[in-house]
């Protein structure tokens, strides 16, 4: 059987943040050494949405919930892997998608150029509107992608909005660089935290043949 493979940003002091906002970074910080208190010890202050996470409803919606209401379930299960990133275009969108095939409650993850991005690129590719009604309408029950974020610069968001609006968590921030496109098991499981937008994840795939 072959093993999960791991599709999360490693979170480190140095890694790759939004728009490279400097409120998005990481902060370590070393509270005690073994040299000076015989253990060592360390803290971390971290954007929800650093890295590899899961957005919730509220993130987007004044009335949507929060982590409180999170349903596990809704981010494991079946997968489609669809690979963008030899498209010359920048934008996920429904005819790209009308190619393939999801059936009910599938989870569909996006590779995009993105994954092989070293820097953050502000030109990154993204799902649009059309894409996101698209997915609704197939039934879906997740929808994850490589970019730290869905969708780019779009006035009203209504990518977050189509998708969180009914149901469909946003995962951000997959690392899908060594992923090719298939059907996969998916599994992802975010921190528990209280009544907040989003939650970081730690995300794993492994070949549904091979299951």
């Known amino acids: 059987m072959k093993d999960w493979i791991d599709v999360t940003m490693a979170i480190s002091p140095s890694i790759m943040v939004y728009k490279n906002k400097e409120e998005k970074m990481p902060k370590f910080i070393v509270r005690a050494t073994h040299d000076k208190d015989g253990h060592h010890e360390s803290s ?27 349903n596990l379930e809704s981010v494991n299960g079946r997968c489609v892997v669809v690979d963008f990133s030899k498209s ?13 095939k ?22 990154y590719d ?32 209504p990518t977050h909005r189509i998708l969180l609006g009914n149901g469909i968590y946003i995962i951000e921030g ?16 975010p921190l528990k935290i209280a009544d907040v937008e989003g939650l970081p994840a730690r995300a794993f795939l492994r070949s549904i043949k091979d299951v």
């Open 44 to 70: 971390i202050c971290m954007d929800l949405h650093t890295g590899t996470h899961i957005d919730m409803p509220k993130h987007m919606l004044k009335e949507g919930h929060s982590s409180d209401a999170f």
């Open 88 to 100: 010359y275009k920048h934008e996920v969108d429904d005819e790209f998608l009308k190619f393939y």
């Open 102 to 123: 999801f059936e009910k409650n599938d989870i569909v993850i996006i590779k995009t150029k993105n994954s092989f991005d070293k820097t953050f690129n502000y030109e």
């Open 126 to 157: 993204f799902l649009n509107a059309s894409g996101a009604e698209f997915l609704k309408n197939q039934g879906v029950k997740a929808v994850g992608i490589d970019a730290l974020g869905i969708e780019r610069n779009v006035p009203g968001h």
């Open 174 to 189: 997959l690392a899908l660089a060594e992923i090719e496109e298939g059907i996969y098991e998916f599994m992802c499981i």
